[in-house]
């Protein structure tokens, strides 16, 4: 191969062009290693743009020569169309909270009790600053970055690939021994305090609106369509944790971390191994002591067990991990005024009074609105409008009030009542009395149901939620939309919209701020979620008491859409045998069954339900389980168990693909009994279940 690189631009044929676009891609990307992985640069940082502007350069001249490893290509591509969605192999899990010693204490309890550890046996745990910035998935195969995904709601993100190829510290390619074929990197991209600054002043001097704070900067910038704004937006990243820690064949988290630092990831040097309490909340202290000098935002320490084989033992609970836990600064407060207050309905019919605040800046974020909870809440403060009030975001986020400066209330002021009617539709609202308990229902509901336009358009929006059908583009403000038209009434309408906008009068395209293709893309996000897993179409419905943890719960029992909602059916009658069943379901109980039951003996309902299942597929879940000797089978455990904690033995029975039921029934399968075993061994015997004992349990799960 000739030597094309002191040829000028303009004297290039295509067989050198084709030539000289291969020497750059190569010597940009072993520029790249060395810089960023070997920090250990050959060239400067002017010698290294001039490479990247004649490679752009020549490309300009001849597109068709567009190498598919272009450096381009990996920084400051071409627009993309829209973001395409990412399945995480391994889900990316919020985390739980702490807010004072007491938390912390009571997590570390939590783990010990749940592993059967007295006090003296050693835990050790990793204190790690919590950064206020983005959640990613890096996935590589073989060495090479293939793509990044945004966390989404834990289980599918946004592939932003694009955009991370531009972040610096951000390793394209690793080497090493025993690398992992495919492996995925779990990290936070953030923005520093300082290129904050410089960002929001560039912005400000174009005329641009200006970011509240480092995490929306760094958010924003990394959901470009355009990865070239991306680039100009200086991004940074720290490595936290593998997606499955056990590719890597280790027994530590932090020998993870030791890992992440040898193959060239940004690793937080505030990180620390902590063996008490104590420790964590030393770690704690000075971590929160220093948190001004940082340069970046943190917004808590984050605390996991080290040893890779509790985590997998501990296991997870709802959406989050049993062996981690975020202790949150203590929130910012602020004085503001109370303007008025104002009363949202729910898609439940729940009338919540809202503050209407003076605006003030906590936290770095302006607050205007601050939830009050319920009428109990605002007596037991005593708020009154015109008052001044003290404000702070909760865990950093949640603006609420936490009490009123009474210096500064004015003669004039009176208490305040929440309405008797509701102000959607005018039908009373009461705060219902628990015929069991003889109180008070703390929250007052508008009775008017489906005829509350309120509570029909906060179904929908709870519909095309993150958790539930979370179809692109169709979000609060298109629902405020199209039921303002009175397109869409019930959630089988999104679905025929399409259908029906050839027979209007007046199409969507021709609508201010639509357009042909906005409304073509529309029309694909909503037809890509005409199947959607059980789990998601049950959550999506919006019952009372129904949360994404219990909708998984069901779609694990029932298996299939019509199974399911037969038994819902079925279990209109509390007693029958459905209804047992339902309630006998680990997590259930009857608080949820009943309102489950309600659900369904509401004709308009089950009317719903119907049409919607007309235009969707409800397909079963797959579950990450380990086919074994008791998958499909339902399982009770009673008594005292002394090999393992009752938590232990249910999350491991549940991972083998069993069902753990609260009550033995005749369609219990084992009944795995410990000492003190007391009526459930007793009804076991009668129906002829089979009782094991704990040891006979583990034999038989190997």
């Known amino acids: ?129 919590k950064i206020d910035g983005l959640s990613i998935s890096l996935t590589y195969s073989k060495g090479e970055l293939v793509r990044a995904a945004t966390r989404g709601d834990g289980r599918v993100g946004e592939d932003v690939t694009h955009n991370i190829l531009t972040i610096n510290e951000i390793p394209k390619r690793i080497k090493g021994d025993g690398l992992p074929d495919l492996f995925d990197i779990r990290g936070e991209v953030y923005m520093a305090h300082d290129d904050f600054k410089a960002l929001n002043a560039a912005q400000e001097k174009e005329g641009q609106k200006v970011f509240a704070n480092p995490r929306n900067a760094a958010a924003g910038s990394l959901r470009q369509l355009d990865s070239s704004i991306t680039e100009k937006r200086t991004l940074k990243f720290f490595a936290y944790s593998l997606g499955d820690a056990q590719v890597l064949g280790v027994k530590h988290h932090s020998d993870v971390l030791t890992q992440f630092e040898q193959w060239g990831f940004p690793v937080n040097p505030l990180t620390k191994i902590c063996c008490s309490v104590d420790e964590l909340i030393e770690r704690y202290e000075h971590i929160a002591l220093n948190r001004s000098e940082l340069g970046y935002d943190i917004d808590g320490v984050v605390y996991k067990v080290d040893d890779l084989g509790l985590q997998e033992r501990l296991g997870f609970v709802s959406r989050a991990p049993r062996w981690a836990i975020a202790h949150k600064f203590e929130a910012e407060k602020a004085v503001t005024q109370l303007e008025a207050i104002e009363i949202q309905v729910g898609r439940t019919g729940a009338l919540t009074p809202v503050a209407k605040l003076v605006p003030v800046t906590v936290g770095g974020v302006v607050v205007s609105n601050a939830s009050l909870h319920n009428e109990d809440e605002i007596a037991r403060k005593d708020v009154r409008v015109g008052d001044f009030v003290v404000v702070q975001r909760a865990g950093d986020v949640i603006p609420q009030i936490v009490e009123v400066v009474l210096d500064k209330r004015l003669e004039s002021s009176e208490l305040y009542s929440l309405p008797d009617v509701c102000p959607a539709c ?108 059980l789990d998601r179409f049950i959550f999506a419905l919006g019952i009372r008491h129904v949360g994404a943890t219990t909708a998984r719960d069901l779609a694990r029992h029932y298996g299939e859409a019509d199974k399911w909602l037969q038994a819902m059916i079925s279990a209109g009658d509390e007693g029958s045998a459905a209804f047992e069943e339902l309630q006998n379901i680990d997590g259930i109980g009857g608080v949820v069954a009943s309102s489950l039951t309600h659900y369904f003996a509401e004709k308009r309902n089950l009317e719903q339900v119907y049409a919607l299942l007309e235009v969707v597929t409800a397909e079963p879940v797959e579950f990450e389980e380990v086919a074994s000797s008791v998958t499909g089978q339902t399982v009770v455990f009673t008594g005292k168990l002394e090999l393992m904690s009752r938590a232990e033995a249910k999350a491991q029975a549940e991972r083998l693909g069993a069902k753990v039921a609260g009550s033995v029934s005749a369609k219990t399968n084992i009944l795995v009994a410990g000492p003190g075993a007391g009526s459930k061994l007793k009804k076991a015997e009668e129906l002829g279940v089979k009782v094991l004992t704990e040891q006979e349990w583990l034999d038989l799960v190997g």
Not at 73 to 100: Q, T
Not at 484 to 511: H, Y
Not at 514 to 519: F, I, N, Q, T
């Open 1 to 129: 191969m000739s030597d094309t690189s002191n040829i000028d631009i303009k004297s290039l044929d295509e067989e050198q062009a084709l030539s000289e676009l291969k020497r750059l891609a190569l010597e940009i990307s072993r520029h790249d290693q060395l810089y960023y992985q070997n920090d250990d640069p050959e060239i400067s940082d002017a010698d290294y743009d001039a490479l990247r502007k004649r490679n752009l350069a020549i490309e300009e001249k001849f597109p068709k020569l567009v190498l598919e490893t272009s450096p381009s290509k990996r920084v400051g591509a071409a627009p993309l169309e829209g973001f395409e969605k990412a399945a995480h192999a391994v889900p990316m899990l919020s985390l739980g909270n702490a807010f004072d010693r007491d938390d912390v204490n009571d997590f570390v309890n939590r783990v010990r009790r749940f592993l059967s550890l007295d006090d003296e046996a050693l835990l050790s745990i990793v204190a790690e600053p």
């Open 426 to 533: 005018g039908s009373p609202a009461e705060r219902a009395i628990d015929p069991k308990t003889t109180r008070q229902d703390v929250v007052r509901r508008c009775t008017g149901g489906f005829i509350c336009p309120a509570q029909a358009q906060e179904r929908l929006k709870h519909f095309v939620s993150r958790n539930a059908f979370d179809i692109e583009g169709f979000g609060e403000k298109q629902v405020e939309l199209f039921h303002g038209l009175e397109w869409v009434k019930t959630p089988a309408d999104i679905f025929s919209l399409e259908a029906k906008d050839e027979d209007r009068l007046t199409s969507l395209k021709n609508m201010d701020g639509w357009g042909e293709k906005s409304v073509s893309k529309l029309w694909d996000a909503i037809n890509e979620r005409r199947t959607i897993d």
